[in-house]
């Protein structure tokens, strides 16, 4: 049976402290999202204004050239009008790509206790954190994600701090 989400604490035990994360949410299979998810209208992608952008992707090879502020000048505007862009020519091959994406399933597949170890603030790594809202102590609506941050200076930090699922 599906944990009451209806009053925060549950929700936060679940979601943050638990490490069950919105993926445990989703595989719950809720029905409805949780109120505390749901952003306030100001907040909210103005669907209008997004629809109404009708941009090709942008030409990443093209910042290396004299229209590198062109292209500087196109991110920061689809950034600020919808907040989201698609890119090409990003020069990342796709084995890279690949590697990313399995390594993540990797990481999130993982139970939740697994996980929570990772958590922000408990970690002990000060190289990798996991969470979803950065600050749901603090936000009146949290986000819809989950992440884990892993930072290196050297491939040698990595391999001895990042999660094994994560290297």
């Not at 009053?7 to 993926?23: A, H, I, P, T, W």
């Not at 103005?46 to 992707?57: E, F, I, V």
């Not at 229209?67 to 991110?75: A, D, E, K, R």
């Not at 139970?111 to 929570?116: D, G, Y």
Request: glycine share 8%; charged share 25%.
């Amino acid at each position: 049976m599906a944990p009451n989400f209806d009053d925060g604490d549950s929700l936060y035990n679940f979601v943050v402290r638990d490490g069950n994360g919105v993926k445990g949410m989703v595989d719950l299979g809720l029905e409805k999202v949780p109120e505390q998810y749901i952003q306030p209208h100001h907040e909210r992608i103005d669907k209008l204004k997004a629809s109404s952008y009708d941009r090709p992707p942008i030409d990443l090879s093209m910042l290396d050239g004299p229209q590198h502020s062109q292209v500087v000048g196109l991110i920061a505007e689809a950034a600020e009008r919808v907040g989201f862009f698609q890119v090409v020519n990003h020069r990342v091959p796709i084995e890279v790509l690949e590697s990313v994406k399995s390594a993540a399933h990797e990481f999130f597949g993982q139970a939740p206790e697994k996980k929570a170890v990772y958590r922000k603030g408990v970690s002990p790594s000060p190289y990798v954190k996991y969470g979803t809202s950065f600050v749901p102590e603090k936000e009146k609506a949290l986000k819809w994600k989950d992440y884990v941050s892993m930072v290196y200076t050297s491939d040698g930090e990595a391999l001895e701090f990042w999660p094994n699922e994560c290297k």
